[in-house]
């Protein structure tokens, strides 16, 4: 009996929880682009925060969409300056990510964002959805929609 328990222990041990559920290894990849592109909007660095796209990348938003062709196009017309006056913005933080389907290349994931102040004071809390997609063994961001301005 401890010999079966040992084989399968080792067995077990063998097959990482990628390999036995491969939607995690995506669930997990979506995940850390969700990051990465957080932490560049928060410091406001428009080309890291650009990288973590897909082109063409579209945005829904405020009753209108929004297409970056590419990267150049995504770097040219985004501008925090004017972001944070318009809003009083300082920064944002993800209040929930969801995964709600997922399959090896594309991971559609509902959040909820707040934006802050310099105070630490939420400003506003949307509602949004990412698609994140894998494209040459990439994974990026390709569409956003979301409830914000």
Not at 22 to 27: K, M, R, T, V, Y
Not at 68 to 87: G, I, K, L, N, P
Not at 112 to 123: H, K, N, P, T, V
């Amino acid at each position: 009996m401890g010999r079966m328990m040992w084989l399968c222990l080792v067995c077990g041990l063998s097959t990482t929880p990628t390999q036995a559920f491969p939607q995690f290894g995506a669930e997990n990849a979506a995940m850390a682009v969700l990051d990465a592109f957080m932490m560049a909007f928060n410091a406001r660095d428009d080309e890291a925060m650009c990288q973590t796209f897909h082109y063409p990348h579209v945005r829904f938003a405020g009753g209108s969409v929004r297409r970056y062709d590419t990267f150049d196009d995504c770097v040219e017309q985004f501008d925090f300056a004017e972001f944070s006056a318009r809003f009083g913005w300082d920064h944002s933080g993800w209040d929930r990510r969801t995964v709600v389907q997922a399959n090896s290349d594309k991971v559609h994931v509902t959040v909820i964002f707040s934006r802050y102040d310099s105070e630490g004071i939420r400003l506003s809390q949307f509602d949004s959805l990412y698609i994140v997609t894998r494209i040459d063994q990439r994974w990026g961001i390709r569409s956003r929609s979301s409830f914000a301005p």
